[in-house]
C-alpha cells in the first residue's frame, strides 16, 4: 500500500506543477472521505489539480461549470416522464460521479449551491421523494474565486463547514513556472493521464485510515484545539463538533500518509490550520484592527498544551 501512495503522490506532481504541499492536503481529503475548497484567482490549476487526481486513481470525473442560471436540477438530478412507459424515470446530474469538480461554484445562486448538501453530507440525494446513492469514492472538489470578485456569491457558513479543507494554490514559484511551460510546449499537458490506482485501492486506504489509532491525549489535544477557538473573541463563533471529526479524520490521514499506525500531535497540527480557518468568521471590530485568521489560528494552536 506504501508503494501505491507514493506512486500516486508522484504522478500528481508529473501532471500537476504547483505546491506539493496542496496536493497532499488534496490526497489527505480524498483517504479521509472530506470535500475540498479551492479559491483562488483564475487560471492557477486548479481544474488540472483535480483532473489530475481522477485520472490518478482512475476514478469516474465529473465537471460542471456553475454560472447565474444553473439549477438544482443540473447538479442532483431531476425525474421525467417516459411517454413509452408511462413513468417517471431518474435522469442523473453531475453529482453521480466519484470525484466532482464544482468548477466557480460561488458564482451560481445560493439555491443551486445548497443543492450540494446533502450530497456532501450524506453520499446521496433525493430527488422527488426518492434517495439516490452516490457511487463510492465520493469527493467534491469545488473551486472558487475570492469572494470580492464582481457576480459572486458567498458560501453560507453551512455550506462552507461541509468542506473538510479550504485550500489556496497561489502563484508557482519561477523553477514550477518554467517547467510548466515546458511541458505546454511539449504537449503533456493534453496527454492522457494514467491511473496508477484503482478506485478498490482508495477504498481500501479509507477503511485502513479509520483504524488508526488515536491515544486519549491526542483526543483531548483535538478537542482542546476546537475549544480554544470557541473562546478567542475575535471570532463571531468557534468552530463546530463537526469540526473536531473532521481534524481527527483528518489527522489520520495524515499519519496514515506518513506509514504510521497512530496519529502524533504534529499530525494535528500540520492540517489544523486549513481543517478550521474557513470555518471562522472574524468579528466587524476584528476586521477594522485587520486581523487576519490564518494568523489567529497559527497562535492559538501554539497555546494548546501539547500531551506527553
Not at 183 to 205: A, R
Not at 230 to 242: N, Y
Not at 280 to 292: C, G, Y
Request: charged share 25%.
Amino acid at each position: 500500500m506504501k508503494e501505491k501512495i507514493e506512486a500516486l503522490k508522484r504522478q500528481i506532481m508529473e501532471y500537476f506543477v504547483g505546491k506539493e504541499s496542496v496536493a497532499t492536503d488534496v490526497l489527505v481529503c480524498l483517504l479521509a472521505g472530506g470535500h475540498v475548497l479551492l479559491e483562488d484567482v483564475p487560471g492557477v490549476g486548479k481544474t488540472t489539480l483535480a483532473r489530475t487526481l481522477a485520472k490518478s486513481v482512475k476514478c469516474d470525473f465529473g465537471r460542471i461549470q456553475f454560472t447565474p442560471d444553473t439549477l438544482p436540477g443540473d447538479v442532483i438530478g431531476t425525474t421525467i416522464y417516459n411517454m413509452k412507459t408511462g413513468e417517471f424515470v431518474y435522469r442523473e446530474g453531475a453529482v453521480m460521479h466519484q470525484i466532482l469538480l464544482a468548477d466557480e461554484i460561488n458564482r451560481t445562486s445560493p439555491k443551486t449551491q445548497s443543492a450540494l448538501l446533502e450530497a456532501m453530507a450524506e453520499g446521496q440525494v433525493t430527488v422527488d421523494g426518492k434517495a439516490y446513492a452516490l457511487p463510492a469514492p465520493f469527493m467534491v472538489i469545488a473551486t472558487q474565486n475570492p469572494v470580492e470578485f464582481l457576480g459572486t456569491y458567498p458560501l453560507p457558513e453551512a455550506q462552507m463547514d461541509r468542506f473538510m479543507m479550504r485550500l489556496s494554490l497561489g502563484y508557482p514559484e519561477e523553477g514550477e513556472e518554467l517547467r510548466l511551460a515546458k511541458n505546454f510546449l511539449d504537449g503533456k499537458m493534453d496527454g492522457e493521464i494514467p491511473s496508477v490506482c484503482e478506485t478498490g485501492d482508495i477504498l481500501e486506504m479509507k477503511k485502513a485510515v479509520t483504524q488508526i489509532k488515536l491515544s486519549d491525549g491526542v483526543v483531548k489535544y483535538v478537542r482542546d484545539m476546537i475549544q480554544i477557538t470557541r473562546s478567542e473573541k475575535s471570532f463571531v463563533l468557534g468552530a463546530s463538533p463537526r469540526a473536531m471529526l473532521a481534524l481527527i479524520r483528518a489527522s489520520q490521514a495524515k499519519a496514515f500518509l506518513a506509514d504510521r499506525d497512530f496519529v502524533k500531535p504534529d499530525d494535528v497540527k500540520a492540517v489544523a490550520v486549513n481543517v478550521l480557518h474557513h470555518r471562522l468568521s472574524l468579528t466587524p471590530e476584528a476586521k477594522i484592527r485587520k486581523e487576519d485568521v490564518d494568523r489567529l489560528l497559527k497562535e492559538l494552536v501554539l497555546k494548546v498544551k501539547i500531551p506527553m
